[in-house]
């Protein structure tokens, strides 16, 4: 049965500053005001600036809110548009993959569609090797200092790490699965390492408290040691042919956490069935992080059945 929709607010119950409608209770007491914070500061001015003046701001402050709502709105449809469109393109794929592929794995595995990571390998350029060196300079020093560095995502990326850590003892194989298809895709959420490669001040210090012999120059050295000659064009200054050439104890907890959303949900449903479930990989030619940029491309790049125990990967051209 259809849900009963709620009722419409009446149409005459508009923001004044964004004309949109006004749900719950008004932003300022006496204003017909939304809750948000652009039309409150705006209408929060009438009490403070001589009339006229409010009445010119009004009018071209107000009409910036609005054209800034249809732009986002504009954008919110553009991905959803393109959402719906990868969805289709997926499901069509599969369809014709359980098709061709009449074994038991690919038919009864569950599609993950992923991004993919640059394919092309250059020199690490030397302007991006002195901006890492310089930042992490700057973040040992700090590390190295007593300074206390609140930082909330430290405490979130640890739970994270802390539940993958629990679903990959649940469930034998499930880590292995994971590390199939992230090299599959190449590390396409790399691209967000950039310079910096998530060595914030929690994650040295880490390393600190684990080597208490470390001094800011051999912490340097470690990690400087470690760049490749050669990385990932675009991506993060330790993307190397073969993946991070930064081993996992080095890296950051955002690093050895972060799971996208599609590789979660699978493990999730993993976790549940209580065995490591076959999918069905679609790795597509944009980075992740990027998926909406205008120029990004969203062909299929790769196509794996993989399992618990192994990974099949499909030829593409045959496909599509
Ligand atoms: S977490 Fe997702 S985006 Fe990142 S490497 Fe793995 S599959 Fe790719
Ligand atoms: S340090 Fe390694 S895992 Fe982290 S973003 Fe860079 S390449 Fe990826
Ligand atoms: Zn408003």
Request: hydrophobic letters at 35%.
């Amino acid at each position: 049965m259809f849900p009963t929709a709620p009722p419409a607010p009446p149409a005459d119950n508009l923001c004044d500053v964004c004309q949109k409608p006004m749900l719950g209770n008004p932003g300022l007491p006496d204003e017909k005001v939304c809750l948000n914070p652009a039309c409150v500061h705006l209408m929060k001015q009438k009490k403070t600036l001589p009339p006229i003046l409010f009445e010119n701001i009004f009018r071209i402050q107000s009409q910036q809110i609005r054209d800034m709502n249809q732009r986002a709105a504009a954008d919110e449809e553009r991905r959803k548009s393109i959402d719906l469109s990868i969805r289709k393109d997926d499901q069509e794929l599969v369809n014709q993959l359980k098709n061709e592929l009449p074994d038991q794995d690919a038919q009864s595995s569950r599609l993950i569609s992923i991004a993919s990571a640059n394919s092309t390998l250059v020199p690490l350029p030397k302007k991006r090797k002195e901006a890492f060196e310089n930042y992490l300079k700057e973040t040992l020093a700090t590390a190295f200092s007593g300074k206390t560095i609140n930082s909330k995502d430290y405490a979130k990326n640890r739970s994270k790490l802390t539940i993958n850590n629990k679903q990959n003892q649940k469930v034998a194989d499930l880590e292995n699965f994971t590390g199939k298809i992230c090299s599959q895709c190449r590390g396409g959420c790399c691209i967000a390492g950039g310079n910096e490669a998530f060595l914030e001040v929690p994650a040295l210090r880490q390393q600190i408290n684990r080597h208490p012999d470390l001094t800011e120059e051999s912490a340097l050295a470690l990690y400087l040691n470690r760049l490749p000659e050669k990385h990932v064009e675009g991506s993060c200054v330790f993307h190397a042919a073969n993946g991070c050439n930064l081993p996992t104890d080095l890296r950051s907890d955002v690093c050895n956490a972060y799971l996208c959303n599609p590789l979660t949900e699978h493990r999730e449903a993993s976790v549940e069935a209580n065995t490591v479930l076959p999918a069905l990989v679609v790795s597509r030619n944009y980075r992740h992080y990027h998926r909406y940029d205008e120029e990004a491309n969203h062909e299929v790049v790769s196509v794996s059945v993989t399992n618990a125990d192994k990974q099949r990967l499909i030829d593409v051209k045959n496909i599509n």
